[in-house]
């Protein structure tokens, strides 16, 4: 089964930078497309940026860019989110997920990392 470990949340002050990283397992990580969500306190789950299973391809939600930037090293089975110019509206739990290449629906999910970016 695929596992997946985020890590690098905390707290950072408007304007700082933050980078998460999820280790992937379990299987070829290759085959996956990533993804990273956020949940912010009574607001649904959104998806914040993208990437394809080879890296050449990446989506961003309009609120993320110009300051996110999503990337994978498929020799190390991890994917990152550096994020800069954080926001206090970035304030959220962010989640990596991954989904087979074939389909377009996330399946595997990681236990979620908090950001909080305080004014």
């Known amino acids: 089964q695929v596992q997946l470990v985020e890590s690098g949340g905390g707290l950072v002050q408007a304007g700082g930078s933050l980078r998460l990283s999820c280790a992937f397992s379990g299987r070829t990580f290759s085959n996956y497309g990533m993804g990273w969500f956020r949940q912010a306190p009574g607001k649904e789950r959104e998806i914040v940026a993208g990437v394809n299973w080879g890296g050449g391809a990446t989506y961003y939600v309009e609120s993320v860019k110009g300051r996110f930037t999503i990337s994978r090293d498929n020799a190390k089975n991890t994917v990152y989110l550096q994020m800069n110019n954080l926001k206090p509206e970035d304030t959220a739990v962010y989640y990596c997920?991954?989904?087979?290449?074939?389909?377009?629906?996330?399946?595997?999910w990681g236990q979620g990392t908090q950001v909080t970016v305080s004014s």
């Open positions: 997920a991954a989904r087979i290449v074939a389909r377009s629906q996330y399946d595997y």
